[in-house]
């Protein structure tokens, strides 16, 4: 059967089938388009080794990159997923090597899944222009690999004689490159560019970390007397100028009027009448057994385990054809996973966002999305992971219980006609900030007119710094110094705090919890799972940063209960923009303070409650951002004359609030925090509070405070659009709520949220 007969039949299957096809809300085909080329001068010996590879004529954004780059200009590329941006970066890299032996190249990948991807073709493609030159005097290639997978022997070689190019990964640098810059002199001195691929992953608290340890190699680099030109490429957000020149702290041109062509893709929206998770389950085995390769992408690391062990308890000769595949694996499993992905052992695999990234994984037919990513961005980039050899594709998403997810796919318009949303880092995050100027100070002295910082952050950083200990000023009273030796491995950069370490009875190292997550999933009696494996948390130290658990066979799993405060530090700042009489809305630091008290054990396969038990958790505190909407007396009297439950009122807003916010962040839900006061002692009055979820903030919160209007506006409309009439997880619930979703007024939330453009 061909590949649109095979497809053709999946959606069939999709309309007809009992419980499945009653929620399908929409089938939309999004036509296949065609190339456009432009011609561009490229070095003889480099066209003769394209040309061999089938490369013949370079795209319209490849031209224009290239001769951007040639000009000297850092560059930013934003084009769809599979659209050749590799080259625009490879071929100036390339030239440079043609031109000048000695010419290095830095290139940086958020996950070491691409490093792996690449280096073989760049060493081909440099192997037919350099065929004399291929192994520099330590028998290294002209491009190698620099990652903890790395072994010792090989680093020192790299080290001691560097190849062209080194390919790393944010931890790497951070760990490695910038912390011994010393040793890797020759490389620095010669380094003519770096790459910073997929920029789009490079968001919240990770994003923040790599803007500093990017700003720290800049530092470096111009010490050793270098000036390298910065070429990032991106998936399709809206702001990549921005966030390019947020995490380097340089001004950089855009590139992203795409040439590629892009094969024709069938979309299915579907809102379940059963479970989502069951649904999805039986669509992926449906679409294996089909002969169509898929991928499956969840929303959480417990939901991509519970989907494996389904898909083999409905198929067990599926066992050894699909994996699971998450954050928290061991590097040798994901790289094991990705293998088998690519040379077709594996048929297919279930995912969380983790392999969203531009990994060559092969050609898949079907991406299956088990809830809306949260991003119409997100969305693409992973309808973007089928499709790549030409052939149409097939994507299908399964809407999940949640406000968000029941817009989307109820109005399906708004997703195709919907502009992208902002990718946000913030490098002046206190915490984050603080870690990494000890480290740069370690590596070279900070000075007081570091240019590629912010001068407020910079300065408020480096006096807290001071008082504490952790720098010292220089004698002449112009530059600091920091007494803290090998600090860096203090400093993880895909969290704020250390992650928790998750073991076995045995001891053997599981996987790993950081932040909030740490409360939130590692109490005791919480079911963790672990490559279709369920581990009951038996004891957890937060202190101490470890938890042992067990294994269990349970048809359950946990959603932790717990109180909350909020403090406010220093004097919130007004909004420019007031949105009525009865309203104030205000932005500024805060503290929280977050204990969980208890758990829930809910079904897992209807989500309803089995049981209810209390655990005893230490405080977790952290300081953020956030914005703080102070009600008025009047509004307040006036909802309860209206007989709405007021405390049930402003709770069921600040849950609609929530799920709107990534309508206008690239972000996840989880990421926002929020509470609600009938009586916030501070004011005295009625308080809702809206924060990033992470200690310091990353400015996600902030960035509606630009308009609004249109995310109040979004949240009544997330309420309006669902029928129910009390209130349900596809508008006012939510699953992450910690005082269970009690109490909770709709009616009286959608005459509020009105309310405040009186």
Not at 317 to 342: H, M, N, V
Request: with cysteine; net charge neutral; glycine share 8%.
């Amino acid at each position: 059967m061909e590949q649109e007969d095979k497809i053709a039949s999946i959606i069939d299957f999709l309309k007809t089938d009992r419980t499945i096809g009653p929620g399908v809300t929409e089938n939309r085909f999004v036509s296949a388009t065609e190339p456009s080329f432009a011609n561009i001068q490229i070095m003889p010996v480099l066209r003769d080794a394209l040309t061999k590879r089938g490369i013949t004529k370079f795209y319209t954004h490849q031209a224009e990159g290239i001769e951007r780059i040639r000009q000297g200009h850092n560059l930013v590329v934003m084009t769809p997923t599979a659209s050749g941006k590799s080259l625009i970066y490879n071929i100036p890299v390339i030239e440079s090597m043609l031109y000048d032996s000695d010419a290095k190249a830095l290139y940086i990948f958020p996950l070491k899944g691409l490093e792996q991807d690449q280096i073989k073709k760049i060493n081909d493609l440099l192997a037919d222009c350099l065929p004399q030159q291929i192994k520099n005097k330590s028998g290294l290639d002209f491009a190698e690999v620099y990652d903890g997978d790395t072994t010792p022997y090989i680093r020192k070689k790299i080290r001691d004689n560097p190849p062209n190019i080194v390919f790393t990964n944010p931890d790497m640098l951070h760990l490695a490159l910038n912390q011994f810059h010393r040793k890797w002199e020759v490389f620095f001195r010669n380094l003519r560019f770096i790459v910073v691929d997929e920029i789009h992953a490079y968001r919240g608290v990770f994003g923040s970390h790599v803007s500093h340890v990017l700003r720290r190699l800049k530092r470096i680099c111009s010490h050793w007397g270098s000036n390298p030109q910065i070429i990032s490429c991106s998936a399709t957000i809206a702001n990549p100028k921005e966030l390019s020149e947020s995490l380097t702290g340089h001004n950089f041109e855009l590139v992203n009027n795409t040439g590629a062509p892009q094969s024709g893709r069938n979309f299915v929206f579907i809102s379940p009448i059963d479970s989502t998770y069951s649904e999805a389950t039986k669509v992926f085995v449906k679409c294996i057994n089909a002969g169509l390769r898929t991928i499956l992408f969840t929303k959480a690391r417990k939901i991509t385990e519970l989907i494996y062990r389904w898909s083999i308890e409905r198929a067990p000769l599926l066992r050894d054809k699909i994996s699971p595949y998450r954050a928290g694996f061991l590097p040798q499993e994901r790289r094991d996973i990705e293998r088998r992905l690519f040379n077709g052992e594996l048929v297919g695999v279930i995912s969380t966002s983790a392999l969203e990234l531009g990994v060559d994984i092969g050609g898949l037919d079907v991406c299956i999305l088990c809830g809306y990513p949260g991003s119409v961005s997100s969305t693409w980039q992973r309808a973007g992971r089928v499709g790549r050899e030409g052939q149409d594709s097939l994507i299908v998403m399964l809407a999940l219980k949640d406000a968000l997810d029941h817009y989307i796919v109820s109005h399906p318009e708004t997703f195709f006609e919907k502009p992208h949303e902002a990718a946000i880092c913030h490098p002046e995050n206190t915490a984050i900030m603080k870690k990494h100027l000890i480290c740069a100070a370690a590596e070279l002295g900070l000075k007081d007119d570091e240019k590629s910082y912010d001068a407020d952050a910079f300065s408020f950083a480096v006096q807290e710094l001071e008082r504490e200990g952790a720098l010292r000023r220089g004698k002449a009273g112009r530059s600091w110094f920091t007494p803290k030796r090998l600090y860096h491995s203090e400093v993880g950069i895909r969290s704020i705090g250390r992650p928790m370490k998750l073991r076995d009875e045995a001891g053997k190292y599981i996987g790993d919890l950081d932040g909030k997550r740490i409360y939130r999933d590692g109490f005791p009696g919480a079911i963790y799972l672990h490559r279709g494996r369920q581990y009951e948390v038996r004891a957890s130290n937060p202190a101490e940063k470890t938890a042992y658990c067990r294994e269990v066979d349970v048809d359950y799993y946990t959603q932790a209960l717990s109180n909350e405060h909020i403090e406010i530090i220093g004097a919130p700042q007004a909004s420019e923009r007031q949105l009525s009489r009865d309203i104030g809305l205000y932005h500024g630091r805060l503290r929280i303070t977050y204990r969980v008290v208890g758990y829930d054990r809910k079904n897992l396969y209807n989500g309803s409650r089995l049981s209810r038990y209390s655990v005893e958790m230490p405080e977790y505190i952290f300081e953020t951002e956030g914005i703080a909407m102070i009600i008025s007396k009047k509004l307040e009297n006036s909802l309860r004359d209206k007989g709405f439950d007021f405390s049930g009122t402003i709770h069921a807003a600040e849950h609609l609030l929530i799920s709107a916010l990534p309508l206008f962040s690239l972000c996840d839900k989880g990421d926002i925090g929020g509470l609600s006061y009938p009586l916030y002692p501070e004011f005295k009055t009625p308080a809702i509070f809206i924060y990033d979820g992470c200690e310091g903030g990353i400015g996600l919160a902030r960035r509606v405070l630009d308009l609004p209007e249109d995310w109040i506006n979004s949240a009544i409309e997330i309420a309006n659009n669902c029928d129910c009439e009390e209130g349900c997880p596809s508008c006012v619930q939510d699953s992450q709520c910690g005082s269970a979703n009690t109490p909770l007024d709709k009616k009286g939330a959608l005459f509020f949220l009105n309310a405040l453009f009186a």
